[in-house]
């Protein structure tokens, strides 16, 4: 069992950044892929970035190559999503997430999920 637990987010400027954190439980967590999602009001979720237990590969969505980095820190259970320039349109609930298997963009391949944490980019 995972829990997950996201923070970080806020109200930010466009060109902005933010650096959100999932921390989370239990002794495995070296073990699992990790993934950010967001979801914006009227929209399904999206895959944002994902990391292999080990850190050594990572993944992104188009909407956000260059822009924003995931990372992770197997000694403190958590993960990081680093989010630079930011546009109106990064506006949304961001979830991390945790699968045991191997990193994926496919949301529903994900065991276990945080609450959210709502990032806000203002034009």
């Known amino acids: 069992q995972v829990q997950l637990v996201e923070s970080g987010g806020g109200l930010v400027q466009a060109g902005g950044s933010l650096r959100l954190s999932c921390a989370a439980s239990?002794?495995?967590?070296?073990?699992?892929?990790m993934g950010w999602f967001r979801q914006a009001p009227g929209k399904e979720r999206e895959f944002v970035a994902a990391?292999?237990?080990?850190?050594?590969?990572?993944y992104y969505a188009d909407s956000v190559k260059g822009r924003f980095t995931i990372s992770r820190d197997n000694a403190k259970n958590t993960v990081y999503l680093q989010m630079n320039s930011l546009k109106p349109e990064d506006t949304a609930v961001y979830y991390c997430?945790?699968?045991?298997?191997?990193?994926?963009?496919?949301?529903?391949?994900?065991?276990?999920w945080g609450q959210g944490t709502q990032v806000t980019v203002s034009s």
């Open positions: 997430a945790a699968r045991s298997g191997g990193v994926s963009y496919i949301g529903a391949l994900y065991n276990y």
């Open positions: 239990g002794r495995t967590f070296s073990s699992y892929a």
């Open positions: 990391i292999s237990w080990s850190g050594g590969s990572t």
